[in-house]
C-alpha cells in the first residue's frame, strides 16, 4: 500500500494549489491514503470550517495539526464532531478533540498519531510517555506519527524511539523540507520535516517583505499570506499493510 504525507498547507493558496494539483500526484503516484498537515490551512494561520471542509473534499483521509491546532475559536468543537481531524495527543487529559484515530481500509487499517514536541515550544504532555500509552490501544501493526515539532534533535530521538515499533514517523512544523528520508531499523520511515505546501517564495508562506520589517526592525506587523506561485512538499510511503513495515520513503516537491 502506499501513503502520502502532505507537509503544513499555508492559507487559501495553499488549499487551492494542492485541490488543483492532488488528483494528478494521487494518480502519478498511485496513492491509497492521504493525510495532510491542516493547522495553517486558513488565512492568518489556525484551521477553520471552510478549510477543513475544503481539505476534506479534496479527498483527505486525515489531517493532522500542532501548535496552531485551536488558534481560532470558531474551529474548536470541530475536533470533537470529526475524529479524522487530529490535535496533538500529548495536551492535557480533558482537551477537547482526538489525537489519534484508525481509519479502517477494509482488509485493514492504520492507525494516526499526532504528537508535539516540548522544546522550544509550548509545554504540553512528554510526547514519548504520550505515545507509549497511544501504542498499548492500538491493535493495527499499521502506524503513522505526525511528529509536530520544533527541534531537529527531538525529531530525531522521536524517530529513533520508534524505529521498528511503528510505520511511519514524519516531521512537520518548520515549513522547510529536509533531505534525510531513511528507513529506520529497516521498518520505520522516517523525515525530519516533510515541509509545506503553499507560496515557494515566501518566509514560511508569509509575505517575505512583512516577515523580513518583522525580524530586521523587531516591530509588530500582521502576517499576511504571500501571493507568489505556490508548490507542494510531500512524502510518498509504500509498506506492507500486513506486517506494517515501510519499505520505501520517497520525497516528493510539486511545482
Not at 41 to 64: E, H, R, W, Y
Not at 195 to 215: D, F, H
Request: aromatic share 8%; proline share 3%; net charge negative.
Amino acid at each position: 500500500m502506499r501513503i502520502m504525507f502532505v507537509g503544513d498547507v499555508v492559507g487559501r493558496n495553499g488549499c487551492d494549489f494542492l485541490e488543483k494539483h492532488i488528483y494528478s500526484i494521487r494518480n502519478e503516484y498511485k496513492v491509497d491514503i492521504l493525510v495532510v498537515n491542516g493547522e495553517n490551512s486558513a488565512n492568518g494561520n489556525g484551521i477553520t470550517k471552510p478549510s477543513m471542509m475544503q481539505l476534506f473534499g479534496m479527498g483527505v483521509d486525515i489531517i493532522t495539526t500542532g501548535n496552531h491546532c485551536f488558534k481560532r475559536r470558531e474551529c474548536v468543537e470541530m475536533y470533537d464532531l470529526n475524529e479524522r481531524l487530529l490535535r496533538p495527543a500529548n495536551y492535557p487529559e480533558g482537551v477537547i478533540g482526538h489525537g489519534w484515530t484508525v481509519l479502517d481500509m477494509g482488509h485493514f487499517s492504520i492507525a494516526v498519531i499526532n504528537l508535539q514536541g516540548v522544546v522550544y515550544m509550548e509545554a504540553l504532555d512528554n510526547p514519548f510517555t504520550c505515545i507509549d500509552g497511544i501504542l498499548s490501544q492500538i491493535d493495527t501493526p499499521n502506524i503513522f506519527v505526525d511528529f509536530h515539532a520544533e527541534a531537529t534533535s527531538e525529531k530525531k530521538a522521536m524517530g529513533q524511539y520508534l524505529a521498528g515499533k511503528v510505520t511511519g514517523v514524519i516531521g512537520t512544523h518548520t515549513h522547510v523540507q529536509t533531505a534525510d528520508e531513511t528507513i529506520l531499523s529497516e521498518h520505520t520511515a522516517y523525515i525530519t520535516d516533510v515541509g509545506m505546501t503553499g507560496a515557494e517564495l515566501s518566509v514560511l508562506g508569509v509575505e517575505s517583505t512583512i516577515a523580513i520589517n518583522k525580524q530586521r526592525l523587531h516591530f509588530p506587523v500582521r502576517f499576511e499570506e504571500s501571493r507568489n506561485p505556490c508548490f507542494i512538499n510531500a512524502v510518498v510511503i509504500d509498506f506492507d499493510e500486513k506486517l506494517g513495515k515501510a519499505n520505501k520513503i520517497e520525497r516528493l516537491i510539486w511545482r
